[in-house]
Each structure stands twice: as C-alpha cells, then as structure tokens.
Nanobody, 127 residues
Framework: QVQLVESGGGLVQTGGSLRLSCAASGRTFSTLAMGWFRQAPGKEWEFVATITWSGGSTYYADSVKGRFTISRDNAKNTVYLQINSLKPEDTAVYYC????????????????????WGQGTQVTVSS
C-alpha cells in the first residue's frame, strides 16, 4: 500500500505562487508514476500534470502549461507541483496520485489509471 499526503495549499492572490508537496510512503517511491489532479466546486475532475517514475518525462494540461511545474525528489519520496501566475480559475482541491508501473518512461493522464490518492489540499485564488 502507498500513502500520499499533500500539503502546501492556501489562499493566494491572482498572480501569486504556491508550491504543493506530496509525500509518499509505503513502498519504493521511484517505481511510481505520479500525477496531480484537481476538482473545482461543481466541476469535473481535471488532469493537471504527471511525471514518470524515472523523472525524465512530464506532461501538463493545456490550461496549466507554462505556469505549473511538476517535479519529484526520489530521495525524499516527494513529488512537487510548483504553481506560478495563479488565476482564479485555478481554485480547486488539488489531489496527488500514484500509479504502480513497470515502465520507467510511462505517464498517465486519466484519473482511473491511478492506484493511490492523497486527501487533497485546497488552493484558493482571490481576484
């Protein structure tokens, strides 16, 4: 089993930045592909970003590309989401997810592909 704990959310003004963290425990972090998803009030789940367990490849939703950066530190068993130039439409609960995979170069963009989820952290962007 894998446990994921997100942190770093908060209330930020438009244009501000946040750094979300997701700490993983329970198995070898380096064999997990990691992703971030979000859900705004009344909205559907939305893919945000993903990173392969090798750390060599990343993929972003068009809505966040150029503003968000996903990274991982396998030594710390932690994945990060650096969020810059925040917009009100970024307001959502952000969830960290992990996927068991044998493929070091694989990444996943659909929520149903993931095996483990964190509890979520709230990001609120004021106008």
């Amino acid at each position: 089993q894998v446990q994921l704990v997100e942190s770093g959310g908060g209330l930020v003004q438009t244009g501000g930045s946040l750094r979300l963290s997701c700490a993983a425990s329970g198995r070898t972090f380096s064999t997990l592909a990691m992703g971030w998803f979000r859900q705004a009030p009344g909205k559907e789940w939305e893919f945000v970003a993903t990173i392969t367990w090798s750390g060599g490849s990343t993929y972003y939703a068009d809505s966040v590309k150029g503003r968000f950066t996903i990274s991982r530190d396998n030594a710390k068993n932690t994945v990060y989401l650096q969020i810059n130039s925040l917009k009100p439409e970024d307001t959502a609960v952000y969830y960290c997810a992990a996927k068991n995979t044998y493929y070091s170069g694989s990444y996943y963009r659909e929520s149903y592909e993931y095996d483990y989820w964190g509890q979520g952290t709230q990001v609120t962007v004021s106008s």
